[in-house]
């Protein structure tokens, strides 16, 4: 059982990884900030030059 | 007992491969069942990671798990961060899994089964997964450096030139060839486009559901996209009936093309808006679910393979594209083999996120080996289907005739029975007019995709919406790509440029912006364009045009391997990175030469400007004539780049091993880690 629960922590963190879950987490915990409209379009405006620049492969 | 067991159990997963691989291999006149290839897959990839990549690992590599790795030394929340090895495996393979490997191999399908099938299994064991393991870990062991800096310091400034160059040149080539597919998929069909078309409210509304009301819940807010996505494809079949509506979305190529070009043009020059990043976030949510829905699909229907093992056209003759099978199956399969885009990834975000060195093997080999297995399913989805419909799908009107009579009389007197009518009734029962022409790969694999699903679930009934979804799915993912690679393009010029006059580098610097923004829209525009006027078919030579230039970036990326090994004393073993490096020059070298110098019009692009301007001359004849040139001059170009960086490779190596030179490699200190004591 406790393998399942493993299991499926790591996906939900690997999603929330790929989705920047876990970048938004990361922002407000280095910010000192509370999740807000605010905060949120401030992490969006910090991570958007680094993401644009971001390689995807074919 | 634990390791004889362990022995015996891998002899087993050796005799089992070997079996497998043998009956695609010595099979023939008789359809075989997808689960060969399954099963050849999966031992392949096991033997593969189990003792090649370990051998790597120990003997060449010396992976060193106390180490610390930038992730540990440089964190700072950002882009150094410790993360979970199966978290940065997720990250890593949902930045390199594209539509390349399902493209390339449902073209390459055309030869038969068994090239893909073997290329795609030893180029990635052999190939792929060495070079995106071998670039991952050096980047890990200089501080998370890009590709073109570890070739500026280790080959020299001419193998940093040309790996800029060649990114460049494959953004460009890839944009164009993918925008390319999304419109030969949505061409005159009211349902995809009318899907797609939706994805922009829906993206709309999503981004102000993450801005506004729950701020951050991207994975949440995917999920809802996702539900929305699927209405919208039931909502495409309303659409496709309804006379007002279908005439609105029912578009000619052209069209589709100059909104392609607006749309590629607003992508770059606006601000990051509410649009693009939920498009982003729900091509991806979409791509993993399709791929893993995809591969239960298969495992679950274990659907038979109609089309053989080889077919007549390995003798170059193919209508898909001209070409032999040697080198154009290597050069066309692309990213399901080896990709030397996945070097700028080995060498990007993920080396930044790598906990230990130890995970490098995980990660890199692993997940390209994860890659190569949707390369597989490609090859299934393509050859699940009638021979005769696979080429009718793909093959050009230049080729096979316009009309359905003349398409289907000359695809039957080829061995592959199709008429008229088999093509009208699966048109009709996947929604669409007409699926003859729809080249490019992407409609084919639709089908071949909606023949398994619709077995595996919902029976014949629902086809038509399991098509579009395939449709839907793959235009999806490569507009998402469209978007994200020019941004990505625009950058690197900005950066160039900002070399010659600062401002030109500043990315908030609107006349900046808008000039290299159209630079780059131009150039894939451009191709973008000569494959939809292309009579051709466009796809015909712009794919191994694509392809050619990612293997030159591989080259590159093996170049650099082969230069840092040889440089860590480890030369008795260069040839892991050296052999895949000399099959790759090999390949690019002779399908560069028949691209630009073939005799064949079909193949060879200056003997198809000789035969248009002997032909009788058109208003199109002038503009083709040169479109052919400058594919020839591109090629050339691509071709010496590929020679300097092995020439200058190759005087590295000699200069090391004759002890002119002393073999320095230009790694960051060692420092012990942290997280060795952490962890136990």
């Not at chain 2, 078309?197 to 701020?215: F, S, V």
């Not at chain 2, 496709?240 to 749309?263: E, G, H, K």
């Not at chain 2, 790509?481 to 006059?501: C, E, K, N, P, S």
């Not at chain 2, 050619?548 to 004393?569: D, F, G, R």
């Amino acid at each position: 059982m406790s393998r399942v629960v493993e299991v499926v922590r790591i996906v939900l963190a690997t999603l929330r990884e790929i989705f920047d879950e876990a970048a938004y987490e990361r922002f407000l915990r280095r910010s000192q900030m509370m999740s807000s409209t605010e905060a949120y379009a401030a992490f969006r405006q910090e991570f958007e030059a680094a993401k644009a620049r971001r390689p995807k492969c074919c | 007992m634990n390791k004889t067991l362990s022995i015996l159990s891998w002899i087993a997963v050796g005799l089992l491969g070997a079996a497998a691989v043998g009956v695609i291999a010595v099979r023939r006149g008789e359809p075989i069942n997808a689960l060969w290839l399954v099963v050849a897959a999966t031992c392949c990839y096991a033997l593969g990671y189990r003792f090649y990549s370990k051998f790597i690992a120990t003997k060449i590599l010396a992976l060193d798990a106390l180490r610390a790795t930038p992730a540990e030394r440089l964190e700072n929340g950002r882009d150094f961060v410790v993360t979970n090895r199966w978290v940065v495996f997720g990250h890593h393979f949902a930045a390199i899994a594209g539509p390349g490997p399902l493209v390339g191999p449902v073209l390459a399908a055309q030869f038969g089964y068994l090239p893909g099938m073997l290329w795609v299994l030893a180029g990635a064991v052999f190939a792929g997964c060495v070079q995106d393991f071998v670039i991952l870990l050096f980047s890990v062991r200089r501080d998370g450096k890009s590709l073109t800096e570890m070739a500026k310091e280790e080959i020299g400034r001419v193998g940093g030139f040309v790996a800029y160059t060649a990114v460049i040149a494959i953004l460009v080539i890839l944009l164009g060839v993918a925008a390319l597919i999304v419109v030969n998929a949505l061409k005159d069909s009211p349902w995809g486009t009318f899907t797609i078309a939706m994805t922009i409210p829906i993206a709309l509304l999503m981004g102000l559901y993450l801005r506004r009301i729950r701020p951050g819940k991207v994975l949440e807010v995917s999920a809802l996209g996702f539900v929305l996505v699927l209405l919208a494809i039931w909502g495409g079949q309303w659409a496709s009936q309804n006379s007002t509506m279908a005439s609105v979305f029912t578009l000619r190529a052209p069209t589709l093309a100059i909104l392609i070009i607006v749309y590629g043009f607003a992508a770059s020059a606006l601000p990051v808006w509410l649009l693009l990043a939920p498009r982003d976030y729900l091509s991806t949510f979409v791509k993993l679910g399709t791929i893993a829905l995809l591969g239960i699909g298969i495992v679950a229907l274990h659907p038979t393979l109609h089309m053989p093992a080889l077919t007549r056209f390995i003798d170059g003759t193919g209508p898909v594209f001209a070409g032999k099978v040697f080198p154009f199956a290597f050069i066309t399969i692309a990213c399901g083999a080896i990709s030397g885009f996945h070097a700028l990834i080995s060498s990007g975000t993920t080396p930044k996120l790598i906990a230990r060195e130890t995970e490098t093997r995980i990660v890199g080999y692993g997940a390209m080996m994860a890659e190569s297995a949707v390369a597989v399913m490609a090859i299934i989805a393509a050859c699940v289907l009638q021979p005769g419909i696979y080429f009718a799908i793909n093959s050009p009107a230049g080729v096979v005739g316009q009309t359905a009579v003349t398409a289907t009389a000359t695809i039957s007197s080829w061995g592959f029975p199709v008429t008229a009518g088999d093509m009208q009734a699966l048109a009709h029962a996947v929604g669409e007019q007409t699926l003859f022409n729809r080249t490019g790969g992407a409609p084919a694999f639709a089908v071949g995709m909606a023949h398994i699903f619709s077995q595996s679930l919902g029976g014949a009934t629902v086809m038509a919406l399991w098509y579009h979804f395939a449709v839907m799915f793959e235009a999806l993912f490569i507009l998402t790509i469209l978007d994200a690679g020019t941004r990505v393009a625009r950058f690197m010029i900005q950066d160039a440029l900002g070399h010659i006059y600062k401002p030109l580098g500043r990315t908030s610097w609107y006349p900046s912006i808008l000039a290299t923004s159209a630079l780059v829209v131009g150039a894939w525009g451009f191709f973008l364009w000569q494959g939809v006027k292309d009579p051709l078919g466009g796809i015909n030579s712009l794919w191994p045009l694509f392809g050619i230039a990612n293997q030159l970036l591989a080259t590159v990326a093996l170049c650099v391997a082969t230069t840092i090994i040889i440089k860590m004393h480890r030369t008795r073993y260069a040839a892991v990175t050296l052999a895949p490096l000399a099959w790759l020059v090999a390949v690019t070298f002779t399908a560069s030469w028949h691209k630009i110098l073939d005799p064949n019009p079909r193949v060879g692009f200056l003997a198809q400007a000789r035969v248009l301007e002997a032909g009788p001359a058109t208003s199109a004849t002038a503009r083709l004539i040169f479109n052919n040139r400058l594919d020839a001059a591109l090629t050339a170009v691509l071709v010496v780049m590929v020679a300097l960086v092995l020439i200058e490779s190759v005087r590295q190596w000699i200069a090391v091993l004759s002890g002119r030179e002393e073999a320095r490699v230009k790694e960051s200190p060692f420092v012990m880690t942290r997280l060795a004591e952490e962890r136990g």
